[in-house]
Antibody
Framework: QAQLVQSGAEVKKPGASVKVSCKAS????????IHWVRQAPGQRLEWMGW????????EYSQKFQGRVTITRDTSASTAYMELSSLRAEDAAVYHC???????????????WGQGTTVTVS | ETTLTQSPAFMSATPGDKVTISCKAS??????MNWYQQKPGEAAIFIIQ???TLVPGIPPRFSGSGYGTDFTLTINNIESEDAAYYFC?????????FGQGTKVEIK
């Protein structure tokens, strides 16, 4: 059964960077893209970007362009999301999620990680 | 960017009730709508794909309908285990966008 397990909660100071990992199991990692999504307290979910796990190609939301970097390590079946220049508004739960397809067109997200809480203080 | 307007934000139901949640898109997204269930501290669960297809393994009391801009998630004969946060996602165009979510409480 496909599963995504994320790294633990992080506390960061403003201006710092955070890197969250997302380890996949139960399926062939390179066959599905991985998305990163976040949810700030009281806000709706917000899409940040995605990565083609096979070739490493990425696309990012304009809102996060220049601050977010999504990478993957195929040998570890793990995707990463790094967000830099953290500010108070970046405090949120960050989720990774698997796409039903390898790349564009997306068919939406099917398997989700449990979420990683990032506190900026 | 496609805005999804989901309603209601909160609802309280009694076991056995029929519950409907609406998600309206700001533009035509064909049937590129998915629905999810999430409980606190757990990973979200994929329940409806492409507007109306029940994801394998999801109880048949869940159903979805709609096309274009108006979509509905229905839970028939709701059970206590269905208490959760439900949200919609459009995957027709980038950036992917989500509804505000609906918290369903079971009395």
């Amino acid at each position: 059964q496909a599963q995504l397990v994320q790294s633990g909660a992080e506390v960061k100071k403003p201006g710092a960077s955070v890197k969250v990992s997302c380890k996949a199991s139960g399926y062939s990692f390179t066959r599905n893209a991985i998305h990163w999504v976040r949810q700030a307290p009281g806000q709706r979910l917000e899409w940040m970007g995605w990565i083609n796990a096979g070739n490493g190609h990425t696309e990012y939301s304009q809102k996060f362009q220049g601050r977010v970097t999504i990478t993957r390590d195929t040998s570890a079946s793990t995707a990463y999301m790094e967000l830099s220049s953290l500010r108070a508004e970046d405090a949120a739960v960050y989720h990774c999620a698997r796409d039903r397809s390898a790349w564009d067109p997306t068919f939406g997200l099917d398997v989700w990680g449990q979420g990683t809480t990032v506190t900026v203080s | 960017e496609t805005t999804l307007t989901q309603s209601p934000a909160f609802m309280s139901a009694t076991p056995g009730d029929k519950v409907t949640i609406s998600c309206k898109a700001s533009r035509d997204i064909d049937d590129d709508m998915n629905w999810y269930q999430q409980k606190p501290g757990e990973a979200a669960i994929f329940i409806i794909q492409d507007a109306s297809t029940l994801v394998p393994g999801i109880p048949p009391r869940f159903s979805g309908s709609g096309y274009g801009t108006d979509f509905t998630l229905t839970i028939n004969n709701i059970e206590s285990e269905d208490a959760a946060y439900y949200f919609c996602l459009q995957h027709d165009n980038f950036p992917l966008t989500f509804g505000q979510g609906t918290k369903v409480e079971i009395k």
